[in-house]
């Protein structure tokens, strides 16, 4: 599980690095990486393109133009075109101008990039890194635009310019404007940012250049505690699996409930039992407060009384298609205080943002068997918020949930996030567009009741769950070529592939 730096974090580190080191080092190390990236991208594209950098004002810049004169040496038909006339007066940006000067690549002013473009370069993009806390404006807006606009394939250096590299949103919401990378090189750690909302449709590839400094950046993680976080990844997955032994039988593996499915909304608590029959429950039931619902389909899920004795579960999934009637907040009420471990989603997230009092019955023991599942808007109303606010710092968000509902959180999206009350968060390194229809959702809760009813820590299940979910969505989209028309009745199938690839 690789670790991710919030910018505060990651320059304390760099700023050690840079006491310890020569003027320059990491410098120098950073456009090698950068050069490297650029190159391997340039030898998947038409033969002869040249090189563009785009030079800012600070050590991004001098990345890129490092980069730059590396590349010329190597061939390269190269140039530059800076941000503002002129280099920095000091430190190792100025340096980079001078070695630049003297291996003979010109510096151009902010007029010549029109020119530039007509050749379609590679562009890298180092405007600015992960200190950028204004939106993309002037000339720095007038270059995102232009290289959008010319769809040219980027190289970015560190952060695509635009994103904020610690909430992963475009600076500036929906008025600003963020690089399209199809590469990114990101500095001496990863990032949070790299891995959520907007910016996974900004970072492209994105490959880690330690910069020489990977024992020192180990011994920082482990001594940041929660301050670094860390990405669910294909090899936590694999680490998840528990291999049956043989004499298993159906009472191994508990009994789920998944109670909702009000009128008109039959289907939600049906798709959370399919979930949890999909990620192993020995017994799945299902319940609804006024009806018993039944999917002719799937016949082994079985029905629960309208008002069940929710402690006779091992694990509850509540509120998928639950409704906002007086009958609906006496059930969830019953859930919070008596069920051993709860999944909590839709409207039971919706009846407590109305009501927070609901939580008082909660258990002592609710943070380690407890999870909420909020998309971002029903994060917003349980936060007091909007969902652009929300969107604008997923991370932040989550860890206000976690904090304030003292329970794990798993904000979904792109890029979901799982929070816990203590302050430790993971994002999910899985996720597709092809999970964006009703009812998918639904299927996850039924998922994370699974896992906690065969007794896994509520973080441990909310993060398998979420990125076997999204594993699915992309093994989808991989096998039609686009992601749209996946059901949710359909993703148990393609949750069940997901299962086989942490042994694969």
């Keep these: ?14 700023a050690a690095a840079l006491a310890a080191l020569p003027p320059g080092t990491l410098m120098m190390r950073a456009a090698a990486a950068v050069a490297a990236a650029t190159a391997r991208l340039a030898r998947t594209l038409t033969p002869g393109r040249p090189v563009l950098a785009l030079i800012g004002p600070g050590n991004n810049g001098g990345d890129a133009l490092l980069a730059a004169v590396l590349l010329r040496e190597r061939g390269y038909a190269c140039s530059a075109v800076a941000l503002r006339p002129g280099p920095p007066s000091s430190g190792d940006a100025a340096g980079a101008w001078c070695t630049a000067q003297a291996a003979g690549l ?3 002013v902010p007029d010549r990039l029109a020119e530039r473009l ?19 404006a002037g000339e720095a807006r007038r270059f995102c635009d232009a290289i959008t606009r010319a769809a040219l394939p980027v190289v970015a250096v560190d952060v695509p310019s635009g994103l904020d590299a610690d909430a992963g949103a475009i600076v500036g919401g929906a008025a600003g404007c963020a690089m399209r990378a199809c590469v990114t090189v990101t500095m001496i750690a990863d990032k949070p940012g790299l891995h ?55 009472g191994s593996f508990g009994t789920v409930l998944a109670y909702g499915g009000a009128r008109g909304m039959r289907g939600a608590a049906l798709l959370a039992g399919r979930g949890a029959q999909a990620l192993g429950a020995g017994k ?13 389909g799937q016949p082994q899920l079985m029905t629960a009384h309208a008002e069940p004795d929710f402690s006779a579960f091992d694990a509850v999934a509540i509120g998928c298609g639950l409704g906002d ?73 989550a860890l206000a949930l976690a904090q304030r509902y003292r329970m794990v959180a798993l904000l ?69 070529g686009h992601a749209e028309g996946l059901s949710a009745a359909e993703l148990p199938q393609w949750i069940r592939a997901a299962l086989r690839e942490p042994a694969a």
């Design 325 to 397: 009637s007086v009958l609906a907040r006496q059930r969830l009420a019953g859930a919070l205080s008596t069920a051993p471990a709860l999944v909590l989603d839709a409207d039971a997230l919706n009846l407590i943002a109305a009501d927070p009092s609901l939580l008082a019955a909660q258990p002592v023991s609710a943070p380690t068997r407890c999870v909420m599942t909020p998309h971002p808007l029903e994060a917003s109303r349980l936060l007091g918020s909007d969902a652009a606010q929300v969107q604008a710092d997923r991370l932040a968000a």
């Design 412 to 480: 979904k999206g792109a890029g979901s996030i799982v929070a816990s009350p203590d302050g430790d968060w993971r994002i999910v390194g899985a996720g597709s567009p092809a999970l964006a229809s009703a009812g998918t959702g639904d299927v996850l809760a039924g998922m994370i009741a699974a896992l906690l009813a065969q007794r896994y820590d509520a973080a441990e299940a909310a993060c398998w769950a979420a990125w076997l979910h999204g594993r699915a969505g992309m093994r989808f989209e991989a096998a039609h």
């Design 118 to 136: 007509t050749a379609a370069p590679i562009v890298i993009d180092g405007l600015f890194g992960i200190g950028l806390d204004r939106p993309l």
């Design 284 to 296: 799945v039931f299902v319940g609804a407060p006024d009806a018993e619902p039944f999917d002719p």
């Design 1 to 14: 599980m690789s670790a991710l730096f919030p910018t505060r974090s990651l320059r304390r580190l760099e």
């Design 196 to 250: 959520t909302g907007a910016a996974l449709d900004h970072v492209g590839s994105l490959e880690v250049a330690a910069l020489g400094l990977e024992a020192e950046r180990d011994v920082f993680a482990g001594q940041a505690g929660q301050a670094i976080g860390r990405l669910f990844d294909a090899d936590n997955a694999a680490a998840m699996s528990r291999p049956r032994t043989r004499d298993s039988h159906k």
């Design 106 to 108: 010109p510096v151009d």
